[in-house]
């Protein structure tokens, strides 16, 4: 249990540097652009993942 915490808490912060990356190196009006996209490059594996774990408890 402790992992899984640190393990979220570790994808906290990362997400949150890849987010200050964006706005340090990616000019103001190309940033929705990339921030869509990252969260969509985030959110693709994590449906997955979900999904796969749901599929498993069935």
Do not use: E, H
């Not at 906290?12 to 940033?31: G, K, N, P």
């Amino acid at each position: 249990m402790l992992l899984c915490f640190l393990a979220i808490v570790a994808l906290f912060q990362f997400y949150m540097s890849a987010l200050a990356v964006i706005r340090t190196f990616v000019a103001d009006q190309y940033r929705p652009l990339f921030n869509a996209g990252f969260n969509l490059a985030v959110l693709l594996p994590t449906g997955i993942g979900i999904s796969s774990v749901v599929r498993k408890l069935d």
